[in-house]
């Protein structure tokens, strides 16, 4: 995968691990500088009685086990589940993004996810960004469909890495989430292989591809 700056938009802290982490894991690894920004640390979906910036440290935990730098991470407060209220502000937000890093590749939630900030994320980064290519990554208790259009073959090393992330999420495995599982997420990348004649593969709708 020849991308040199790639950009990945979580609405909330674990969406990029969840939807994309394995392939962003290879994309460091083939030498590809990766910046992934959180919009909202979900301070309303943690466990009773935990600390209100549980998510954001999880964050700064977990993202850099896929190897990003510490200090390619970007994090938002924007209140969860209601990112549609701020929408200009949400937009203004990914222009700068753009200016500051110029990605040539940005990942961000499928067109089909039914999150309300999901949405959110994949409207206003499809225009903040619609001069480059731009994928949708799969969440797959989000969607009520999924065109999986383009796969990154992935390695057992990089659904490591990805597993790695996940566990830096206590709070998400307390609540007892169904799918921060080992078993979904590498059925899943089975699953997503077998299309394509490989082992393991992470899928994503092509929004936009710049060639």
């Given at each position: ?177 169904a799918y921060f599982s080992r078993e979904f997420f590498e059925g899943l990348a089975r699953v997503r ?19």
């Amino acid at each position: 995968m020849q991308h040199h700056r790639v950009l990945a938009l979580a609405p909330h802290t674990d969406d990029v691990e969840l939807g994309c982490g394995a392939a962003v894991a290879r994309l460091v690894e083939e030498g590809s500088e990766v910046f992934v920004a959180a919009f909202s640390i979900a301070e309303d979906s943690v466990p009773p009685g935990a600390p209100r910036d549980t998510l954001r440290n999880e964050f700064l935990r977990a993202v850099p086990q896929l190897g990003v730098p510490a200090d390619h991470l970007f994090i938002y407060e924007f209140p969860v589940r209601r990112l549609s209220s701020y929408r200009q502000e949400v937009l203004e937000t990914l222009v700068l993004l753009r200016r500051q890093i110029e990605p040539d590749l940005v990942l961000l939630p499928s067109a089909h996810d039914v999150h309300q900030d999901h949405r959110v994320i994949h409207a206003e980064g499809g225009r903040a960004f619609k001069g480059g290519s731009i994928f949708g990554y799969e969440l797959p208790w989000n969607h009520l469909r999924f065109a999986a259009q383009a796969f990154v073959v992935i390695e057992p090393r990089h659904l490591d890495r990805k597993w790695a992330a996940l566990q830096e999420y206590h709070s998400q495995f307390q609540l007892e989430r169904a799918y921060f599982s080992r078993e979904f997420f590498e059925g899943l990348a089975r699953v997503r292989g077998t299309q394509i004649k490989a082992p393991l593969a992470e899928a994503f709708e092509v929004v936009r591809l710049r060639l």
